[in-house]
């Protein structure tokens, strides 16, 4: 069966300061990859996604994740957070038509 | 284009009730998928539905139902509530056939009493 594994339920950092979420994956079959953000009190939106092609994917607020195959994993970074990225991130496969996902990874960004 | 919009936002029920929850999808997305949300679990799959058919099914009990109308709308159904059905249920569509990009509404808060 698939699984994601995020290794971080919680990441302290300042502002302006670097980051990288962690995902690890377990998959028998070829799956898309996604990573997700969710406000408080808000449903997900999708941050970036990996089809095929190219393994670094950018998102349009400065976030990047690469898929590494030979190690399962596809890690979110951003060089320079800012207090708005406080929120929760999932990554999640896609191996089927189904999204599985992770347990998310709280990042809290402090002034 | 309007997003994905979930009614109602908020809704507390009592044990042995049902509920009835609705999903709009975006405009011309035919694939409809729910998810749970809750604290211990986290996000779990539900079902999805495309075309009015349920394409694929998570691991829950029967309690759990749905259906989608020919406006690619759905609905889930939860019978005989238990408090831990307690949870942020979220509604997800997609466009179609190549279902990767899916696109979520901002979830209906369930609170069993």
């Known amino acids: 069966a698939q699984s994601v594994t995020q290794l971080d339920s919680q990441v302290p950092v300042f502002e302006e300061a670097p980051v990288e979420l962690r995902c690890n994956y377990s998959?028998?079959?070829?799956?898309?990859l996604f990573w997700y953000v969710q406000y408080p009190n808000q449903g997900l939106q999708l941050l970036l996604k990996y089809l095929s092609g190219s393994t670094l994917v950018e998102s349009i607020n400065g976030f990047e994740a690469e898929f590494n195959k030979s190690q399962t994993s596809f890690h979110l970074r951003k060089p320079s957070v800012h207090i708005s990225d406080t929120a929760e991130y999932f990554c999640?496969?896609?191996?089927?038509?189904?999204?599985?996902f992770g347990t998310g990874t709280r990042l809290q960004v402090f002034p | 284009k309007a997003g994905v919009t979930q009614t109602p936002r908020y809704l507390i029920k009592t044990r042995g009730q049902q509920v009835t929850l609705s999903c709009s999808p975006i405009s011309g997305h035919r694939s409809v998928s729910w998810y749970q949300q809750t604290p211990g679990q986290g996000l779990q799959f539900l079902f999805e539905y495309f075309s009015e058919t349920q394409r694929n099914k998570g691991n829950f009990p029967g309690r759990f139902s749905g259906r989608q109308f020919s406006n690619s709308r759905s609905e889930m159904n939860v019978s005989t509530l238990e408090l831990g059905d307690s949870a942020l249920y979220l509604c997800?569509?997609?466009?179609?056939?190549?279902?990767?990009?899916?696109?979520f509404g901002p979830g209906t808060r369930l609170t069993v009493t």
């Open positions: 999640a496969v896609m191996p089927t038509d189904k999204l599985i």
């Open positions: 998959s028998s079959v070829s799956v898309y």
């Open positions: 997800a569509s997609s466009p179609g056939t190549a279902s990767y990009e899916q696109y």
